[in-house]
RNA sequence: GCGCCCGUAGCUCAAUGGAUAGAGUAGCGGUCUUCGAAACCGUUGGUUGCGCGUUCGAAUCGCGCCGGGCGCACCA
């Protein structure tokens, strides 16, 4: 379905040019036509403040413009009424019959409804999660995996052509050190006396996983050279035991990726010197102090970073560009969304620099930050480090409160927004998330469609024209506003409104249930008893289209 | 010190540069013998941190302060 906002838009555009050609209005490139919805009722339903914005060029008073707009639009059977205010805003009003008739378009549409008509043939990549595989992910990373899903369900319900991805940084100093832990663990479990490296990882799991693989494994591992035995330990615990519990975590929050993204492949398929030559040649590669740098200075970065360090290792941002090439070039991407905690923000001009190294459009990689949840114990910080093991783990939340509560909790709020977490008052809030508010319009929905198909009652049709009452017209209204609010949302990668467009949609049932018996047992009522069960049939597709962008249930019972 | 983000009702947060800034929550007072009360209704609550600018119009854009968060490694 065409968003209403568009019809709207190529109404008044018609009325301009209509009023242009008749000589009303003097000749001028008509610009884009900006339309927004009044937050005053008696505004209608869309205002144009276009008039104002030509004064300038029309020469003419803003409300004779408008007037003369007003007089040229064209009939369009979506427009009810339009009127003209000062100081020159055109406000139009929906038609009552126009929109109830849209509830059979909503009901045609079903999970099609809130997408453009056709794809856009934009293939756009969303890689978020990709914590460092050492360990089991942390509640930090909560925000971060719900936030991309969301985005990329977002995206894909927009008409892009999404793909879901994690990286694995498999590659790397911190996956020698987990490695290196891993083994120490793991020997001492067979009492050997094998020291923790100085930086490793101290967390509980390790302990734990180090006694397992001695159990299941034996002394395997120990008879092998020391080197030997850290990479093979290293690559059995991160097969068997870390990806896995990641798989299960982010499985367990609804998420299914498209893509696991191994770092280590980068070095070995090519990808890296293709990538490095590349920079070369554009003469953006240095040495300095022993080491390589990517000099992103000289693209207006604030500092250059060092590429290979004078150990004879690549640093990260080796990795980056790797990868990176290969997202975009390799593969192809339209658009590559990686999704970031603000505490990496310092790294995104050297990394938008990088881009335009390769020779791409800078555009082509947008970072979406979003801000630390500061994590509480009841009124107390929680410092999170997988270094020092003082963590908690995503699977402790999930476990006390259900992935939808915790999922419409951290979509709520816009990425930018800072929030605190406190897991002593998360189980109570699970029970005063607004989730359960849009989920339960949904399943009231869902039951009274049950009593309706038991009473032997069939709507597949129905005079539409019937809906008239003020909160019939008022559930129309929200309900017909999802494929803009896609749009927008979309377009701002922003997928808290979808989580406000549903719980004001929820909002707007829960008043039509209010004043308007559905199910009547008059026989007289009959026909508007259809009219209404296909209304809130309606009703429950857009809710459920929400529902399904932020990745949560929307059930039949609850 | 420099950079990015934030500052809106007691609290948590919304608001593509548009008209009289909105929700939730907390507080107070109401509503279940008819479709699900996980719901609904009413009510209290604001100098959008402060100042100056930009323009027909600013919570929104610019500059300067104040306050908070995060960065500023040959770690990731």
């Avoid at 890296?272 to 000099?295: K, N, P, Q, T």
């Avoid at 908690?392 to 419409?408: F, K, M, N, Q, W």
């Avoid at 008052?425 to 339960?440: G, I, M, T, W």
């Amino acid at each position: 379905m065409q968003p209403i906002r568009d019809r709207v838009i190529d109404v008044i555009r018609a009325g301009i040019e209509r009023a242009q050609a008749e000589g009303v209005l003097p000749g001028f490139e008509v610009p884009a036509i900006t339309v927004d919805k009044p937050r005053q009722e008696g505004h209608g339903d869309y205002a144009t403040p276009v008039a104002m914005q030509l004064a300038r060029v029309a020469r003419m008073a803003p409300l004779r413009i408008a007037s003369a707009i007003r007089d040229h639009l064209p009939e369009d059977p979506s427009i009810g009424s339009v009127e003209v205010a000062p100081p020159g805003f055109i406000n139009l009003t929906l038609s009552g019959p126009w929109l109830a008739s849209q509830v059979d378009t909503v009901l045609e549409e079903g999970e099609q409804f809130g997408r453009p008509a056709c794809p856009r043939g934009v293939r756009v990549q969303v890689e978020y999660g990709s914590a460092n595989p050492t360990g089991p992910l942390h509640v930090g990373f909560a925000r971060n995996v719900v936030l991309g899903d969301a985005l990329a369900n977002l995206l894909a319900e927009a008409g892009y052509d999404v793909q879901r991805e994690y990286y694995v940084n498999d590659a790397g100093t911190q996956m020698r050190q987990f490695q290196e832990s891993l083994y120490a663990r793991y020997a001492q479990a067979l009492g050997q006396d094998v020291p923790m490296p100085e930086k490793g990882y101290q967390g509980w799991y390790i302990t734990e996983w180090g006694r397992d693989i001695a159990e299941a494994e034996g002394r395997r591992f120990l008879d092998l050279p020391y080197e030997e035995a850290v990479a093979e330990i290293g690559e059995y615990g991160l097969q068997r035991r870390v990806l896995p519990s990641v798989r299960r975590d982010v499985e367990d929050m609804g998420i299914r990726y498209d893509n696991w993204f191994s770092e280590r492949t980068l070095y070995q398929d090519g990808s890296f010197e293709r990538a490095m030559e590349i920079l070369r040649e554009g003469g953006y590669v240095s040495e300095r102090d022993g080491a390589v740098w990517f000099e992103a200075t000289r693209l207006g970065a604030d500092k250059d970073e060092v590429l290979i360090r004078s150990n004879g290792l690549p640093a990260y941002f080796a990795s980056d560009v790797a990868y990176h090439y290969d997202k975009l070039v390799t593969r192809g991407f339209d658009l590559v969304i990686d999704v970031w905690g603000a505490d990496h923000q310092g790294h995104v001009p050297r990394m938008k620099a990088m881009v335009e190294a390769l020779g791409l459009d800078r555009d082509r990689l947008h970072l979406l930050l979003y801000q630390l949840v500061t994590l509480k114990r009841g009124g107390e910080i929680v410092r999170l480090s997988k270094r020092t093991g003082e963590m908690v783990t995503l699977r402790e939340l999930i476990d006390e409160v259900s992935p939808d509560a915790v999922r419409y909790f951290l979509i709520s709020r816009s990425p930018d927004s800072q929030m605190d977490f406190d897991l002593e008052l998360a189980v109570k809030q699970s029970d005063e998330n607004p989730v359960f508010y849009v989920k339960y319009a949904h399943a009231r929905i869902a039951s009274v469609l049950r009593l309706a198909e038991a009473s032997g009652l069939s709507y597949e049709q129905a005079d539409l024209g019937l809906l008239e009452h003020p909160s019939e017209m008022a559930l129309l209204r929200h309900m017909l506003q999802l494929p803009e609010v896609v749009l927008d949302a979309a377009a701002d990668f922003a997928p808290h409104r979808v989580a406000y467009y549903a719980y004001d949609l929820a909002k707007a049932f829960h008043a039509f249930y209010r004043d308007c018996r559905i199910v009547s047992s008059l026989t007289e009522d009959t026909e508007m008893t259809k009219a209404r069960l296909r209304l809130a049939a309606a009703a429950k597709v857009a809710l459920a289209r929400a529902l399904t962008v932020m990745g949560m249930e929307a059930p039949e019972r609850m």
